[in-house]
């Protein structure tokens, strides 16, 4: 399977712990963005790196909220202090900055925060 | 603010028949868009894409069409299949990076 992977694809935790997800992009992607989507809504972007520079940060992206590309491969994205209005999917999706703009999305991995 | 719209929260179409999915943006910076679909429990899977140099963009039984002086875009199904029903979302690229995507339509089709 070549596609974008993500990990766990649930997660159930409670309000004040911290989590962390995984993302495992398409091989040889240079781009790697995260988004967020909540019930009845599209999915929003939160962040992307370019290689291992994260390049741009969303508003929505609090303190609370980071994320790291280390290696340029894959990326985690760690949330310290869980809220209930962090209950999500956390959707990551890769792009190669050459060949167009389609973004490949992953499974996702939903957050309920209890 | 809500840059990309899709006004209709769902839709019901004849199997065969044609779906029509419309979009609406505000930023008049946006000059690429996406369609993309999702079913329950994946993530987004690309569709089709245009970019605003273009009116139309056709694949298979996929069309969207670009209305920029109206800020419209359109995605057209024909004809419809079962394996149609589905989310659809309309995303538009700001700065060539991140996505704004709608809200989403909900197309189900009908045998």
């Known amino acids: 399977d070549t596609g974008v992977s993500q990990d766990p694809r649930h997660k159930i935790t409670k309000r004040g712990q911290n989590v962390t997800f995984r993302c495992d992009p398409i091989s040889e992607h240079n781009r790697l963005y995260w988004y967020r989507q909540t019930l009845g809504q599209g999915p929003e972007f939160l962040t992307y790196?370019?290689?291992?520079?994260?390049?741009?940060k969303s508003r929505l992206l609090s303190d609370r909220f980071s994320a790291e590309r280390p290696k340029g491969s894959f990326s985690t994205l760690e949330i310290q202090r869980t809220e209930q209005g962090d209950s999500a999917m956390y959707l990551c999706?890769?792009?190669?900055?050459?060949?167009?703009?389609?973004?490949?999305f992953g499974p996702g991995t939903r957050l309920t925060v209890l | 603010d809500q840059q990309v719209k899709q006004n209709s929260p769902s839709l019901s179409v004849q199997e065969g028949r044609i779906s029509i999915l419309n979009c609406d943006y505000t930023n008049s910076m946006f000059d690429y868009f996406l369609w993309y679909k999702k079913y329950p429990a994946e993530g987004p899977t690309f569709l089709i894409s245009?970019?605003?140099?273009?009116d139309k963009n056709e694949d298979g039984r996929f069309t969207v069409f670009l209305n920029k002086s109206a800020k419209h875009l359109s995605l057209h199904i024909v004809p419809s299949q079962p394996g149609d029903s589905a989310v659809y979302f309309c995303a538009a690229f700001q700065g060539a990076q991140k996505l704004v995507f709608g809200q989403g339509t909900r197309l189900t089709i009908n045998p």
């Open positions: 245009i970019s605003s140099i273009k």
């Open positions: 999706a890769s792009s190669l900055v050459l060949e167009g703009n389609e973004q490949f």
């Open positions: 790196f370019q290689n291992e520079a994260q390049l741009e």
